[in-house]
């Protein structure tokens, strides 16, 4: 199927993009893993025909949104995200009608039909960056997110109205489970996710994205690390990383803190989209012309 993939890869042009949270054989095949906001700049800046987006259907959303003369595929369009689920575009509109003077800031894990109700996007990377582009008199609404909000606004200072929503993966992570794994190796740096709950986040030595987690292990002197984020971040860390020790932040029941609908895109329905060119990512232009807007401020903030 390795060899099939890169055949494909030939014959359509094509370049694979995959989230760190993919399986081991897909990020192995990719040629860019990375995290949300890396991911964008690649769709964006790439001169391949197609893109095989191989993460969850926000992302692959937001790679046809940036590049729309492309052909985006998803190996499974049933790849969905909690957390775009629970910021839905018609109770947004009706909020934005009811607030209309707040500036809408939205964390890039929302639908291509949130994103087109927004003023910016932003990442987990670059969240601090954004919230802190906006003028202070300014009211901002943050969706949807509310762990990762609630994290900006201990970073930043600023009061922000928070979106009800989260990804249930992170939400997994409890303060009691963290703190014990932490007894057992106590010489270990804990790495959180800021969508990680707030009591998880205070016993972490470093809250970051995934992007930042590889910065952080490989410069510090610290030769173990607990990483509290869906365990798919482990296979990156072990091969950029090299000769240090990772162990995946456990829940209160596990070890096995995996995303269901990151796990759906395989090497064999990989082979499949790139040999029929389907399931194939469609937005009507007026969704995806409204939602490039607040993308494109968010790349000129940078990263």
Same mark, same amino acid.
């Given at each position: ?21 993919? $399986? ?9 893993? /990375?995290?949300?906001? &890396? ?7 790439? !001169?391949?025909? $197609?893109?095989?987006?191989? &993460? $969850? ?44 003077? $707040? ?17 910016? #996007? ?11 582009? #906006? ?13 990762? /909000? ?14 009800? /929503? ?59 690390? #607990?990483?509290? !984020?869906?365990? &798919? ?13 990772? #162990? ?56």
């Amino acid at each position: 199927m390795i060899d099939r993939i890169q055949k494909l890869k030939k014959q359509r042009n094509a370049v694979i993009l995959a989230h760190n949270y993919q $399986v081991p054989e897909i990020q192995d095949v990719a040629d860019f893993v /990375g995290d949300s906001l &890396g991911l964008a700049y690649h769709a964006r800046d790439t !001169t391949a025909d $197609v893109i095989l987006f191989c &993460g $969850v259907h926000f992302m692959a959303e937001t790679a046809k949104i940036v590049n729309p003369g492309k052909t985006v595929l998803l190996p499974d369009l049933t790849a969905g995200c909690s957390l775009a689920d629970s910021c839905d575009a018609v109770a947004l509109a009706k909020w934005k009608t009811e607030n209309p003077d $707040v500036v809408v800031v939205a964390y890039i894990n929302c639908t291509a039909a949130v994103k087109a109700l927004t003023d910016v #996007i932003c990442t987990s990377g670059n969240a601090v960056k954004v919230v802190n582009s #906006i003028p202070k008199e300014k009211r901002i609404l943050f969706v949807p997110d509310q762990n990762l /909000g609630q994290w900006v606004m201990a970073q930043t200072g600023r009061e922000l109205i928070l979106w009800p /929503g989260a990804c249930h993966v992170h939400m997994m992570f409890t303060h009691k489970a963290i703190f014990q794994l932490r007894q057992q190796h106590p010489a270990a740096k804990i790495v959180a996710h800021p969508e990680c709950v707030a009591a998880v986040r205070m016993l972490a030595d470093e809250v970051c994205s995934t992007e930042r987690m590889i910065r952080y292990c490989r410069t510090s002197p610290a030769k173990e690390f #607990i990483i509290v !984020t869906e365990v &798919g971040m482990l296979h990156r860390l072990r091969k950029e990383v090299p000769g240090k020790i990772f #162990i995946p932040g456990p829940t209160d029941t596990c070890n096995c803190s995996e995303c269901p609908y990151m796990k759906k895109n395989t090497l064999e329905n990989a082979v499949a989209a790139l040999e029929n060119l389907t399931p194939e990512i469609v937005l009507t232009e007026e969704i995806r012309h409204r939602a490039l807007t607040p993308i494109e401020r968010m790349l000129m903030i940078g990263r």
